[in-house]
């Protein structure tokens, strides 16, 4: 058990910034998620009363308090892939772990993390100098892509420890753009994590609160599911991030999301088959937004889902709402956020743990 010191005598906090680096610079596929598991320890461990990390690898931070339990979530894994088979050559073949778009993958530079340390590798494939006609009229699929570390045997690969099982991801590292927006991989959903951290420093709220970075959200919300049944919270809200449309490639009919507009609050989402917000939840952090003065937009999309999905249905009902950071260019190495819309979504949480009355009251008005 970790009892709290005091707010102001804890660890001297970082930027949301910097701490978003540190997170996105880390590596962390479905059911790896070590390495983001000890920064979520780090950063909270002076803001909460009890650490706990539970049996599919969710991490669990409880600050103790009052009526009602809230459970704040966001999923510690990013999409990457896994290597499945080297051949006589050294070049690896390898399965997907989340949703990828193929085409995003192919001339990519990666990190196979082997048993001695990290090795880089490429993802190459037939050159269209040799392809045939109908060949270059087609993406290329995974399936025909492969890994080059530049070895020279199965052999070689093996010795730089990486064999069958081997996980990899991008080698990329999060830069900064103009406008405060910053890119790189794995903001979905290390955006969540950086929200839900900030959050929790920063409320003054008194209510009983679990912090739970999920384990295997991109291969089927599996952490969301155990660790929702385990807690019984009485609500929860999920820090995620939400399809921009705001770029070329995208009418405004199919997403009406933009940056530097705001924290998302999501109203249901793929087509109504994962989450749909109950109304008491969503007028509750409407009128926090909007008495705090924060700036928010309302999302109602027809693909894709999150932890919410899962949560709000277990045991009896929980109660669930989510509250996203727009994302251009998604499950990709280079997406795409506003800061000003991440601060945004760190304050509406904030607040909205601090004005539980509104809730209730909007919970009365339901009845």
């Known amino acids: 058990m970790k009892k709290r010191g005091s707010r102001l005598g804890g660890r001297k906090r970082s930027s949301v910034k910097k701490l978003l680096k540190r997170l996105c610079n880390t590596h962390g596929i479905s059911g790896y998620e070590d ?14 009363d009890e650490i706990r990390v539970d049996a ?55 990190v196979l993390h082997g048993e001695k340390g990290d090795v880089y590798g490429v993802i190459g494939s037939k050159p269209p100098h040799l392809m045939k006609e109908e060949e270059r009229k087609k993406a290329i699929k995974a399936e025909d892509m492969f890994i080059d570390i530049g070895a020279r045997s199965k052999e070689e690969v093996e010795k730089a ?6 996980t990899i991801t991008l080698d990329m590292e999060m830069k900064e753009l103009l406008n405060n927006r910053i890119t790189g991989k794995a903001l979905d959903d290390r955006v969540g994590i950086a929200m839900m951290i900030e959050a929790l420093k920063k409320t003054k709220s008194n209510a009983t609160i679990y912090a739970v970075g999920t384990a295997q959200e991109e291969v089927g919300l599996k952490g969301a599911r155990t660790s929702a049944f385990g807690l019984s919270p009485d609500m929860a809200i999920v820090c995620e991030v ?46 926090v937004a909007k008495k705090e003065k924060i700036k928010y937009q309302l999302e109602v999309s027809e693909g894709g889902t999150t932890d919410a999905a899962v949560i709000h249905i277990t045991k009896e009902g929980i109660p669930s709402a989510v509250i996203s950071v727009p994302t251009r260019y998604m499950h990709s190495g280079v997406e795409v956020i506003s800061i000003e819309d991440l601060e945004a979504g760190i304050n509406l949480i904030a607040k909205a743990l601090e004005n539980i009355d509104l809730l209730y009251n909007e919970m009365k008005k339901s009845k």
């Open 56 to 110: 599919l690898g969710n991490i669990i931070a409880i600050k103790d308090g009052d009526s009602p339990s809230i459970m704040l979530a966001a999923h510690m894994d990013e999409i990457g892939l896994m290597v499945k088979s080297i051949d006589s050559k050294g070049f690896i073949r390898f399965v997907k772990f989340g949703g990828w778009y193929d085409s995003t993958l192919l001339n990519s530079r990666v």
């Open 35 to 48: 390495g983001i598991r000890q920064i979520i320890r780090e950063e909270l461990e002076n803001y909460v």
């Open 161 to 166: 420890g990486i064999k069958v099982g081997t």
């Open 242 to 287: 939400a399809i921009a449309g705001d770029h070329p490639g995208i009418d405004e009919k199919n997403s009406n999301i933009k940056l530097d507009k705001g924290a998302v609050i999501t109203v249901a989402d793929a087509s109504g088959r994962g989450l749909i917000a109950q109304p008491f939840m969503l007028r509750w952090l409407e009128k």
